[in-house]
């Protein structure tokens, strides 16, 4: 009888454990997800929307902390480029050349992506690291449309508490 109590009793320890157990996995789950962040890309010349415009995305690298500069890792690490985004004209230059390398030296991007009939595109389920969006020159009509490449960075610990997960690009378009 002794025997058939403790049985019973680590019976009900074990169901109790696997479903803590469970629970944990599940809120590690979620949490990692809620970690990816999204980059939005949103092409317009002036109210018109560009849609079907391609999209590719690239994780050339990660910051620094608590400056303006990244080193490059994955396929972009022993490319010899002044890695800097302390202003716009230095980001520009930055992500045309990384788009450029990727170009030529055929890199696959991380993902790709079309504009939809309002010009937008979402990308999702982005890891923490700086980004560039190469997007690729259409022609609608008569008008060609040419994206400017977009430096973004994807980090959960901006000083503040703030975040930039989830960031939204309206993108320069010449015609």
Do not use: Q
Request: proline share 1%; with cysteine; hydrophobic share 40%.
């Amino acid at each position: 009888m002794y025997v058939k109590a403790i049985k019973k009793l680590a019976a009900i320890l074990s169901i109790l454990s696997l479903v803590f157990i469970s629970s944990v996995m599940t809120d590690t789950v979620v949490s990692a997800k809620e970690k990816d962040g999204t980059f939005t890309v949103i092409c317009l010349d002036g109210e018109t929307a560009v849609a079907g415009m391609e999209w590719k995305i690239y994780r050339v690298g990660k910051r620094h902390k608590n400056s303006n500069y990244f080193n490059l890792d994955g396929h972009f690490k022993n490319y010899k480029v002044a890695v800097n985004y302390s202003d716009s004209d230095s980001a520009g230059k930055t992500a045309a050349t990384l788009e450029n390398y990727a170009f030529l030296d055929g890199i696959n991007p991380d993902d790709t992506g079309v504009t939809d009939k309002k010009g937008i595109y979402k990308f999702e389920g982005l890891k923490e690291g700086v980004y560039i969006a190469a997007g690729k020159k259409i022609r609608i009509g008569n008008i060609t449309y040419k994206p400017a490449v977009v430096l973004f960075e994807i980090c959960h610990d901006l000083e503040g508490g703030n975040t930039g997960k989830d960031v939204v690009s309206y993108v320069k378009i010449s015609t």
